[in-house]
């Protein structure tokens, strides 16, 4: 997820954690979709395996202290935007 996706979350996505949620959300819709055309399905299932928790973690997470989670994710992407810019 880069900064530029976050930037285009809709408005009822107050914080980068919801973003985040959000995103996962819809990257687990779109390989659902494939479902039909994709022809690996195990590949398939591995790539909502690894979405599925990342989804849970960052749901706890947002339950737990979202601010200081979106304050990490913060910090995360502009770390990554550093290291791409080198």
Known sequence: MTPATLA?????EETLLGAAI????????HVV???NVYPDL??????LAAL???HWLL????RLDPAAVDALIGRALAHA????GR
């Open 8 to 12: 285009r979350a809709p408005a009822r």
């Open 22 to 29: 959000v995103r996962l959300d819809e990257a687990a819709m």
């Open 33 to 35: 979709a494939l479902q």
């Open 42 to 47: 195990a590949e398939m299932h591995q790539i």
């Open 52 to 54: 599925m928790p990342a």
């Open 59 to 62: 749901a706890t997470l947002q």
């Open 81 to 84: 935007q550093r290291e791409v």
